[in-house]
């Protein structure tokens, strides 16, 4: 009697098991990297961009972040690791990493490469008189060797100190042995909300400017990925639901930080 019972269970879990495969592939399993700041938001505006895209391709997401933070560098190269990563969204050069795909369309429209600054408050007369980038760079800027914004503004000539962490940046501004930490206009609200115990603000007047781009990226052995991704993502564009959901995130943020009258400095 017992071996009959455990026959039919074991029938019936073999009938489940097409079912179960059937679910299995309908959820696509994301490793992302953990930022490097640990104060940083989630990323809500790539977690609702993955989410629609794969939904356009019949699929649903399931985010899973590493358990240690890590920088761009660092991204990167984990993503050639096999079961490390699987995929980042990252502003690098594609011709110097091959073995990497990229999706075509850029995520940000450019918006992460306009840069607002975080400066004290009672800092806020002195960038009010600045009118060239030539005024602003005997001023001390912030930001980490690691990250990308260092070699764009050393290159353009101003003066930087990489050798801070994020804490110490902001105990730097607080204390004026800093002037100015560049941020993304996508972050930097949300950023300095959570440094209520300093007296630091959004310089309202400048914002500094470069081309930079950002894409999804995996390694080539997770080309069956990507390509469910970038037909996720031109069904959007074509859809109309791209644009919408970029208003969604940034058009009132763009609005609300008045950058079309502001003075722009392009950096090389």
């Known amino acids: 009697m017992a071996f009959s019972s455990l026959l039919r269970y074991t029938l019936y879990l073999l009938l489940l ?3 179960a495969a059937q679910a299995n592939n309908a959820v696509v399993n994301l490793h992302l990297a953990r930022p490097s700041i640990v104060e940083s938001p989630t990323n809500q505006y790539i977690h609702a961009l993955l989410t629609q895209s794969f939904a356009k391709v019949g699929k649903e997401v399931n985010f899973i972040y590493s358990i240690k933070p890590m920088n761009k560098k660092r991204i990167t190269g984990e993503l050639y690791k096999p079961g490390g990563i699987n995929l980042a969204w990252l502003s690098i050069e594609p011709s110097a990493h091959n073995d990497l795909l990229h999706t075509s369309s850029p995520l940000y429209k450019g918006i992460h490469g306009k840069r607002l600054l975080m400066i004290n408050k009672n800092q806020q007369a002195i960038f009010k008189r600045i009118s060239s980038l030539n005024q602003l760079k005997p001023l001390v800027g912030l930001q980490k060797q690691s990250w990308s914004d260092y070699k764009v503004l050393k290159r353009s000539g101003l003066t930087v100190n ?8 902001i105990k730097a501004l607080d204390t004026n ?3 100015y930490f560049p941020r993304s206009v996508s972050a930097i609200e949300a950023e300095l909300a959570k440094q209520k115990h300093v007296d630091l603000m959004i310089e309202p007047t400048i914002m500094l400017q470069y081309p930079s781009h950002y894409y999804f990226y995996t390694h080539n052995r997770n080309k069956d990925l990507l390509i469910l991704l970038e037909s996720g993502l031109t069904q959007l564009q074509q859809s109309g639901e791209f644009e919408l959901l970029y208003q969604r995130f940034f058009g009132e943020k763009e609005k609300r930080l008045n950058l079309s009258s502001r003075k722009v400095f392009n950096l090389e």
Do not use: A, I, V, W
Request: no cysteine.
């Open 17 to 19: 098991l097409p079912f």
């Open 162 to 169: 990489g050798e801070l962490s994020y804490k110490s940046m």
């Open 177 to 179: 042995l800093g002037d």
